[in-house]
T-cell receptor, first 117, second 115 residues
Framework: AQSVTQLGSHVSVSEGALVLLRCNYS??????LFWYVQYPNQGLQLLLK??????LVKGINGFEAEFKKSETSFHLTKPSAHMSDAAEYFC???????????????FGQGTILTVHP | GAVVSQHPSRVICKSGTSVKIECRSL??????MFWYRQFPKQSLMLMAT?????????EQGVEKDKFLINHASLTLSTLTVTSAHPEDSSFYIC???????????FGPGTRLTVT
């Protein structure tokens, strides 16, 4: 079984400030982890993914995330927030080949990021 | 990245009628397509997994006779909400998966409103 917990349903930062969105996962097999962004009334866009290669993953729009197995975490960060970063962010986990949930994504509850001028 | 389309983007229907939503992968072949439902201010909940040429696998609690899924080709899956009721009103999102990369490509979603 797999699950994802996103700490903080709402995060508010000032433009130019550090963005930190937290994600902890649970998986019975080595996980593959993703961060997606969703703008209102739109589908999901992939920001970045971890698939057992480098633990520090760089994505689009200046975002990055670090896989920490000991902490079962995959927090998303961006050094300097931009107004256009305001959106909802979802962390998701899936299992690799051999896992019972191979290919299926389990999403966290989502974190709404607000960026103040 | 790969492009997935959904049609229609918005639909309003009367209670008791059926609605069909199409999900297409435009520039790749999707061995598997997933259908999700998202209620306002909530996360995505997986409804079913659709593999080309075979019956869909539904998640626990999802009525297979109400949400009919057809995956007739490697680029098209359809979700039909039969005898829709107001509680079926939601945002339905599909995703397409080509295997291997583990990455799912999401459609833009369909807003269904049942009156």
């Amino acid at each position: 079984a797999q699950s994802v917990t996103q700490l903080g349903s709402h995060v508010s930062v000032s433009e130019g400030a550090l963005v930190l969105l937290r994600c902890n996962y649970s998986s019975s097999v080595p996980p593959y982890l993703f961060w997606y962004v969703q703008y209102p009334n739109q589908g999901l866009q992939l920001l970045l993914k971890y698939t057992s290669a480098a633990t520090l993953v760089k994505g689009i729009n200046g975002f990055e995330a670090e896989f920490k197995k000991s902490e079962t975490s995959f927090h998303l960060t961006k050094p300097s927030a931009h107004m256009s970063d305001a959106a909802e962010y979802f962390c998701a986990v899936t299992e690799g080949a051999g896992g019972t949930s191979y290919g299926k994504l389990t999403f966290g509850q989502g974190t709404i990021l607000t960026v103040h001028p | 990245g790969a492009v997935v389309s959904q049609h229609p983007s918005r639909v309003i229907c009367k209670s008791g009628t059926s609605v069909k939503i199409e999900c297409r992968s435009l520039d790749f072949q999707a061995t598997t397509m997933f259908w999700y439902r998202q209620f306002p201010k909530q996360s995505l909940m997986l409804m079913a997994t659709s593999n080309e040429g075979s019956k869909a696998t539904y998640e626990q609690g999802v009525e297979k006779d109400k949400f009919l899924i057809n995956h007739a080709s490697l680029t098209l899956s359809t979700l039909t909400v039969t005898s829709a009721h107001p509680e079926d009103s939601s945002f339905y999102i599909c995703s397409a998966w080509a295997g291997g990369t583990y990455e799912q490509y999401f459609g833009p979603g369909t807003r269904l409103t049942v009156t």
